[in-house]
């Protein structure tokens, strides 16, 4: 099985290369000249787009073909004072010169909501701000010129006092979503509420692909043992990819392969939050699983380190080829299927 890895928004190996800069709305509220104002959160917006091409050749010189797009791209962008604010036509050149060095490298993005994107809500003022905030990222993916393989992964949300109910509100909410929304989205399971096996029962009756995250399942494995999660649920993963490829009109696995979120746990007293680095041998042992009926794998590392912890992870791989593990470039492994 080929597996390729990914990191999040920020490279620490590049100085000044922040896609995330930011200007608070208490900032904006103090200027005297409201569009001066816009046009500075426009220069803002400008330098994160040009920082993320930063990151972007980096990631080509290191044969990294996966990147999530950081959420903050455009500052203040669904800010509910700067409704009339519409960027798009100023960053225009920005969102197209990645995009096309996307395509050109045929690299794998996506961008992933925060917290506050949940279509489980009871409250209609919530949900109205989650397909905002959704509608915005999906509009970033379509002002670079990219296609539906780039999606914005998103969680379930909060159970609100009963889960069985939120989680049949989450799939009559999603599915009045209107289709150019829906068909970017990706679903994950979470750390605390919506397992694994209940995500993946959300996915299927959606019809969107499920990104499962390892991480999450080994916090919040619900019902599910690990021989059911290898035996059961993850040849279900499989099958939310393939019915997606079919649906985008692909044939191989390889061109757009299912996908993963790997961490390890800061420490047994925070096993939920995300430490520096990646722990190799918990990773190794679900990837020699997975490679069992997966040929393609995309693994997104959620490690505070970034892409320092993927060098670093390439770099503990590349020790362990008497394991079944074959180092490729910098960017991605071969591994051999657990016997």
């Known amino acids: 099985m080929i597996v390729r890895f990914g990191f999040v928004a920020m490279s620490l190996r590049l100085e000044n290369a922040s896609p995330s800069k930011t200007m608070t709305y208490t900032t904006f509220a103090k200027l005297a000249d409201r569009e001066a104002g816009l046009r500075k959160l426009e220069r803002i917006a400008e330098e994160n787009l040009h920082n993320t091409l930063r990151i972007l050749k980096l990631c080509k010189t290191d044969r990294i073909q996966m990147y999530r797009f950081s959420s903050k791209l455009i500052p203040l962008a669904t800010h509910e004072a700067v409704t009339d604010w519409d960027p798009f036509q100023a960053l225009k050149p920005g969102f197209e010169e990645i995009g096309r060095f996307v395509r050109d490298n045929r690299m794998r993005v996506s961008f992933h909501p925060d917290h506050f994107c949940v279509f489980s809500t009871p409250r209609p003022e919530v949900l109205a701000k989650s397909e905002q905030d959704l509608r915005?990222?999906?509009?970033?993916?379509?002002?670079?010129?990219?296609?539906?393989?780039?999606?914005?992964?998103?969680?379930?949300?909060?159970?609100?006092?009963?889960?069985?109910?939120?989680?049949?509100?989450?799939?009559?909410?999603?599915?009045?979503?209107?289709?150019?929304?829906?068909?970017?989205?990706?679903?994950?399971?979470?750390?605390?509420?919506?397992?694994?096996?209940?995500?993946?029962?959300?996915?299927?009756?959606?019809?969107?692909?499920?990104?499962?995250?390892?991480?999450?399942?080994?916090?919040?494995?619900?019902?599910?043992?690990?021989?059911?999660?290898?035996?059961?649920?993850?040849?279900?993963?499989?099958?939310?990819?393939?019915?997606?490829?079919?649906?985008?009109?692909?044939?191989?696995?390889?061109?757009?392969?299912?996908?993963?979120?790997?961490?390890?746990?800061?420490?047994?007293?925070?096993?939920?939050?995300?430490?520096?680095?990646v722990e190799p041998e918990p990773l190794l042992r679900f990837l020699k699983q997975a490679a069992r009926c997966t040929t393609h794998l995309d693994c997104m590392l959620e490690a505070k380190s970034k892409d320092v912890a993927l060098v670093r992870l390439i770099d503990d791989f590349r020790q362990m080829e008497a394991q079944g593990v074959k180092v490729r470039d910098d960017g991605s492994v071969e591994i051999e299927a657990l016997e």
């Not at 999606?151 to 999603?174: L, P, T, W």
């Not at 989205?185 to 995250?213: G, I, Q, Y």
């Open 136 to 277: 915005n990222h999906v509009r970033m993916l379509e002002a670079m010129g990219l296609d539906e393989t780039a999606k914005c992964n998103i969680h379930i949300g909060g159970a609100y006092g009963d889960k069985a109910a939120s989680g049949e509100r989450f799939v009559r909410q999603f599915e009045a979503l209107p289709d150019r929304l829906k068909r970017r989205v990706t679903l994950e399971n979470d750390d605390k509420t919506f397992t694994a096996r209940e995500t993946l029962e959300a996915a299927e009756r959606t019809s969107v692909p499920m990104v499962l995250d390892i991480h999450h399942y080994a916090v919040n494995p619900g019902d599910t043992d690990e021989d059911e999660l290898h035996r059961e649920l993850w040849p279900r993963v499989e099958r939310t990819w393939r019915k997606e490829r079919e649906r985008l009109g692909y044939t191989d696995a390889q061109q757009l392969p299912a996908k993963i979120h790997a961490s390890s746990p800061k420490s047994a007293a925070d096993p939920r939050s995300h430490a520096d680095l």
